[in-house]
């Protein structure tokens, strides 16, 4: 009978850890690398051209008519490259310009916490080695290190794409943890 009982509280348990383990949602990455262009794409469905940004809160790319909308996408004026924010407020801060990847990428390691006195409308001469500060509408925050920026000339429009490395920091404070 001891047996017995033992082989069911053995199923029980492992039942209740299954249950668990399958209720949880999976939380989304809070950095990483993304690329993002200015490229129009035909949406079949909606038989509408569309343009992806980067949604940080959710971590991945998001289009330009999708709820919830992308954070910033990427725009090209002639050799002027900038990031918009899809918000109506100033959304961006220079926080540094560096000589080298290596000196970029430290610096950005290093950005644990940062004071802004003044942010942009958009994040303007974008240029790899810069490290930006990002706020969303909601009062969350990411920082961005540009890694690289791709041009062409296209037929019917100039084209560009951004790489870049970001953290994001939910809590709406302008701390962001360590890797």
């Known amino acids: ?7 069911i509280v053995s199923i029980l348990l492992l039942a209740a850890v299954l249950l668990i383990s399958c209720d949880r949602k999976k939380e989304p990455e809070r950095s990483g690398t993304a ?16 343009n992806y940004g980067f949604l940080f809160s ?7 008519v ?6 910033i996408t990427v725009f090209r004026d002639g050799d002027k490259i900038s990031l918009d924010a899809n918000n109506l407020s100033p959304s961006f801060y220079k926080y540094g310009e560096y000589n080298s990847q290596q000196e970029a990428a430290e610096a950005f390691r ?3 916490s940062a004071t802004v006195s003044r942010w942009e409308e958009r994040a303007t ?4 080695n810069q490290i930006w500060l990002y706020r969303s509408n909601t009062e969350r925050y990411a920082k961005i290190r540009i890694i ?7 037929s019917l429009q100039e084209y560009v794409k951004c790489t870049f490395e970001w953290v994001y920091q939910p809590d709406g404070s302008l701390n962001f943890p360590g890797k």
């Open 110 to 112: 290093n950005l644990s």
């Open 125 to 128: 001469m974008l240029k790899i």
């Open 148 to 154: 690289s920026i791709q041009l062409e000339n296209r």
């Open 35 to 50: 690329t993002i262009d200015n490229e129009l794409v035909l949406d079949k469905e909606l038989q509408t051209y569309v």
């Open 58 to 64: 959710e971590a991945r790319l998001a289009s330009n």
């Open 1 to 7: 009978m001891g047996n017995v009982r033992g082989k």
């Open 66 to 71: 999708e709820s919830p909308r992308p954070d």
